[in-house]
Each structure stands twice: as C-alpha cells, then as structure tokens.
C-alpha cells in the first residue's frame, strides 16, 4: 500500500464516521430526505463561493455553502408552513430548483471554474493526496484530511457534549421542550452540523455519496438495534468498513471509489435487510408465516372445543367446514398433533387433555384480554410473544 | 433574436422542432402523471426513481453494447420499478420509515450506476461516450423517433387514464372505502406507480436523473393552487409542464452554455412560485389581503360596538362627543372613523363625532348577532 492509497481510506473512513452520526439522528427524526435535499442545494453554495474565494478548500466557502444548506432547511420548513404543498413536495420543489441554478452557474463559468458536475456528483477522491497542505514548508497531509479531519471533530464534541439532549429531543419532543431544551436549536444545530458535514465531504465524495454514507450506515444499523448507542457503533463501523472495502473493489474494477463506496454500502444494506435475526425481511416473513398458522391452530381448537357431534369432527369434514386448503388443514392437524393437542382415531379428531387446558387458557384470554392469562402459554405459542 | 424571429425557426428548424415539440409532450406527460404523485404524498419517489434508474441504464448498455436509447430505457425502466418495489418492500416490511427508504435507494442505485458508469468508461468500446448524458439529460440529442416515442407514451397513458379515471381518483382519496368498493386496489396502485415510473424513465435523456423529480413536482405543485377539482389539476399540469418545456427550451436556445434540462426545471419553479402568490383562493398575495380586510371588518366593528355603548347612555342616541375620547381605545384609527361616515353611520361635526339613527341600529343588530353567537 502506498503512502497515497492509505491516505485515500483514511480520507474516506473519517468522511464515513463524520457522515454516520448525523445521519443516525435524521433517520430517527424521519428527516433522511432533508440530507439529499441539502446535498443537491449546496451546489449554488459552492460556486458562488468559488468565485469570492478561488478556493475550494477554503473554510469560508465551506461556511458559506453550509449556509445555503440552512437557506435550504429554511425555505422549506417557510413552504411546509404556507400549507400550500405537502412536506415532501416542499422538499422536492426546493432543491431541484437550487441545484439547476449551480449546474447553470457552472455552465455558464465553465472557463472560470475548475468544478465539472460530474465531480460535484462523485467528488474526486482519487484525486484528495494530490492537494496537499503545506504550513511553514512542511507538508502535513493532504488538504481534505485536515477539512473532514475538523468537521468530525466538532461533530464528536458536539455529539459528546449535546447527546443527552439531542436524544430526548429525537425521541420525546414534548419532553425535551418541557425540560427547557429548546427544539428549534437542536433542530438547526443539526442541521447546520449535517450542512458542513455534506459541504465538507463533497469535494471528497461528492453529493450522491454524502447522502449515502448518512442514511445507508444508520438505517442498517437501525435494522439491527434499538439503543441509540449502540446504533451510533454500528452506523459508524457499517461506514468505515464500506469506505474501506469500497476503495478496494474500485482499485480492482478501476472504477469510481464513491461509486464503488456507495455500492458496498447497498450490499451491506440487502444482507442485513435479508439476514438481521428480528427486523430483516426473512425473519419477517417467517414471523408472519408461523402467526398465520398459529392462528389457525387457535381456529381449529376452538372449533374441536366447541363440537362433540361426531360428524363436526371428521378429518375430512374439517377441510370443507373451515374452508380450508388440503395443505394447510394438514399442516395444522400435523402441529396440533405434535404438540399432543389432539388425537385422531378413525379419522375423528379429539382434543387431548393438554390440547384442552390450552383451549380454556385461550378462551379466557380473548375474552379478558388480560396478559395474566397468556404468560405461561406464551413458551409453546409464537402468536402472543410480539 | 426576436420572438417572432424564434417562432418562425421552431417551424422550420428541424433540431428546435424536435426539441420544442419533444420537451413540450414530455412536460405535458410528467405533470400529468405528476399530479397523482403530489396528490398521493409520493412526492419524493419521483426523485428516488429518476436516480434509480440508472444502473438500469448502465446494465443495458453493458448487456447490448449499443447505446440505443429505446433499449436503454427499458434498462431504465426496469431497474426503476425494482428500485419502487424495493422501496415499498423497505417500508411495508420494516420499521425503517418511508424517507429513509426512499434516501437508501436513492443514493445506493444511484452509486452503484456511477459506479457502472465509470467502469463502462474504461471500456475499450468507443460507443461509451455520450451515456453520461443520462446525468443532466442534454435535450440536443433528442431525435424525431424519441418524440414519436414519448408521444406514443403520452397517448397509452392518457387513454388509461381515462379508462381508469374513477378508479384512481377514488383511490387517490379514500383508499380503504376503494377497498370496501371491492376494487382491486393493489393493481390500480400498481399501475398509477408503473406510469409514474414510466413519465420519469421517458424524461431521462432530456431532463437527466438528477432534474427529473422536479419535472414531476412542479407542474403538479402549481396547478394544485388553482382548483380543487381533480381533472382541472391534471389538465392544468399538463399545460403548466408543456409550456415549462417550450420556454426553457425557448430560453436555452437563446444562449450559449445553457443547459435545457435545468432551465426547463427553473420555468417550471417560476410556475410554483406564481402560482403560490397569485392564485385566488389559496394564494399568499389573496391570503393576505384577505387576513388585512378582515382585520379591518374587525377593527369597524370594535370601532362601532365602542360607540355604541357610549350612546346607550344618553337619551339621544345622536348626542355628541368628542372624538378624544376614541383615542384611548384600541382598534380606532382616523381611517375607520371615516369609513363608518361613509356608510352614514356617523356623523362628525368639528372634532365631536355623533351616531346616526341608522348607525345606532346597524351597532344594535351587531351586538345581538354576537349575543346569538355567544351563546
């Protein structure tokens, strides 16, 4: 590995980390879009701040499309409040808008503006060890380390300092503006620390990307727990590990490294959305599947219960009366049957002593729909757990 | 060069026909269909589609080798729908809310197409160059038989429509009564989603990935805050798009380095902003108005109540006072002193005010009224 190569996942790795802790709080906030919208509206930002400072590096341009990131916030939270549109169509009416006036600023500065749009959309990360930064002659690293460098500092303190604030705020509005922390300055704190984050991270990465190194991370985390720290944890190694495979694969296919960073992020994401062992899509199924025959179980135990004639009990008669398929009325009868519910004798279908103490239990529990009744059958049924 | 100078050249130059006459039919198509979207809060899915669809563009050409842009759409196409499946399998299925999904597959689809993209680029296939189009959409190279495509779109999706008209406006308000109708409403959704997919994946080549949620939205978002009814909104996006399509076209022609793409999403945001501040009944200019003359009314109203319980007190309703004495009184201004003497209610002789015999009734009636609503 090169001295560049290293510093190339280094860059990427902390633009991960500084983008996962915003993008955990806007993803409990339900305001994941918000991100895509500031990271199309900095566009105008960038250049105009361009042509003040010539700089693209420069902090104060950094501030200064950071700013039209909160011009961004601003704007549609003022359409939102008009109620002339829903939310979402604020947010789609504002940035298209902010970013067709960049793209037309760079077009029509295109000799003046060393800025394409195809590296505002993929930034040039390749490219990040060859800006470097030189204090006094000595060469530090490379100018965006510095940059994404700072901006994750601020955000750990701020995140180190704020987090019990900024996690009542996320999840009990009321509370948090009871106990006197104002809402709106949590609300436009973040904000601003999501606009610099996406600023900052642009030139490396570019737009696309930002938004995906926020939300990607913290929605796969969000699929695997509940606790905000813990989610924190994984959101930030879900990122680095991206960043890090993602360079590797774009070295092999010689392609773009955010390309590729986002792309490993999408795999990361359909593992967990398949596999995650409670909230991932075959768990899911399962679950709903197992209820689907508990349910029936619960059906036909009933219908045993409730049926001593001979004829109401006939294996047979069982499929026509619950209107039921051969497949499922057999896989029903075959757990009944392994649970020593009931017991078939001359194709008659009894209930057994347990299968009939289970009944009682719940009966009494659907007609009391007290929890009392259920702790104990809760061992052999699925149904009641969730 | 002058309007009349332009017109004439949209008649005649093939390049500006085609462009005009293509970005019109497809302003049209996408308000349209842009207004189920606003109306069924998918706002956003327009935008998560239009980045969706590139690896679908990039597949195509990787598969074909040819950059036929029929074929490239139905890459488009394709990989657009799976990215709205996935999105609704995200958020049926998990916990995970429907902004987060529609950001994921937005910006993961979107990644994984500049991924493809780039690696197409190191191809040795000269063919290559040129798909990046697709980014910012480049209206130039639209040609006759993509009109002829959009135009065949436009009309299928405007025959459904009509088809299908009651079923999806019932759908569009009250799903669960849909429902209870006995509609399939599974497959009327499919549907409307598909044509909204549809709309989008057509405007690629001409408004590019990154424009085209805009192109769905704001004919839509304009047109809303002129009517209630839904087919006036449909009609009206419809035009409000087409017209978007013919002036930015219009304006990019006019000037070098202008790309149409956005230009024709600034129109149509001009169109939104108009329509925000100028509609009649929902505007802001005609809220506003609205809120200062009923303020005013108000303030009248205090103005003569106050008056009125002055004169109570005297045997001659039309005793004089002072007007000082209004002074102290909040809601009084020189203003609504003198509209009430235009309306005969009060007369002012020097700086002593009186009220008429008709004024003292109309402050009476008032103030029953209030009682009755009081109560």
Known sequence: MSSAQIEIQLIASIVAVACAIPGTFLVLRKMAMISDAISHSILPGIVIGFFITHNLNSPLLILFAAFTGIITVVLVEYIQKTNLVKEDTAIGLVFPALFSIGVILIAKNANDVHLDVDAVLLGELAFAPFDRLIINGADVGPKSLWIVGSILLITLTLLITFFKELKVSTFDKGLAASLGFSPAIIHYGLMSVSSVTTVGAFDAVGAILVVALMIAPAATAYLLTTDLKKMLVLAVGFGIFSAIMGYWVAHWLDASIAGSITTILGLVFLMVYLFAPSKGIIAVLYREKQQRIEVSLLTFLLHLKNHDELEERHVKHLNEHINWQKVRSKSVLDLAQKNNMIHIENQIVSLTEKGDAFTSKAIDYIITNRDAQIEDMKDDFFLFRG | ?375
């Not at chain 2, 405007?158 to 759908?171: A, G, Q, T, Y």
């Open chain 2, 1 to 375: 060069m002058d309007i009349t100078e332009y017109i004439k050249l949209v008649f005649t130059d093939y390049t500006l026909r085609t462009i005009t006459l293509g970005t019109a039919i497809l302003g049209a198509v996408t308000g349209m269909l842009g207004s189920f979207a606003v109306l069924r809060k998918q706002s956003l899915l327009g935008d998560a589609i239009s980045h969706a669809a590139l690896p679908g563009i990039a597949i195509a050409f990787l598969i074909t080798g040819a950059k036929d842009s029929n074929t490239l759409l139905i890459g488009a196409l394709i990989s657009g729908l799976i990215g709205t499946f996935w999105i609704r399998g995200i958020v049926s299925k998990t916990h995970l809310k429907s902004d987060t999904a529609l950001g994921l597959i937005l910006s993961l689809f979107f990644g994984f197409g500049m991924l493809l993209l780039t690696f197409i680029q190191k191809q040795p296939n000269a063919n290559q160059a040129g798909l990046d189009k697709y980014l910012f959409g480049q209206a130039a190279t639209l040609v006759e038989s993509d009109v002829w495509t959009m135009a065949i779109v436009t009309g299928i999706c405007l025959l459904v429509m009509l088809l299908f008209w009651k079923e999806f406006k019932i759908l569009l308000f009250d799903a669960d009564y849909t429902k209870t109708l006995g509609f399939n409403t599974k497959t009327i959704d499919v549907l409307i989603t598909s044509f909204i997919v549809l709309a989008i994946v057509l405007g690629l080549q001409t408004v590019g990935v990154v424009l085209m949620s805009a192109m769905l939205l704001a004919p839509a978002a304009a047109a809303r805050q002129w009517t209630n009814s839904l087919s006036v909104m449909v009609f009206l996006a419809a035009l409000f798009g087409a017209f978007s399509g013919v002036f930015g076209t219009a304006i990019s022609a006019s000037q070098n380095n202008l790309s149409t793409g956005p230009v024709i999403v600034l129109v149509a945001g001009v169109f939104v902003l108009i329509s925000f501040i100028f509609s009649p009944s929902r505007g802001l200019l005609f809220r506003q108005i609205r809120f200062v003359k009923n303020r005013r009314d108000l303030e009248l109203h205090k103005t003569l109540a106050f008056m009125y319980n002055i004169a109570e007190t005297h045997e001659n309703v039309s005793h004089p006072h002072a007007i000082k004495i209004l002074n102290n009184f909040q809601g009084y201004t020189k203003g609504t002193l003198q509209k009430l003497v235009e309306k005969d209610y009060v007369k002012l002789t020097g700086n002593m005010w009186s009220l008429t015999a008709k004024g003292f009734n109309a402050a009476s009636n008032l103030y029953n009224q209030q009682n009755e609503t009081d109560e």
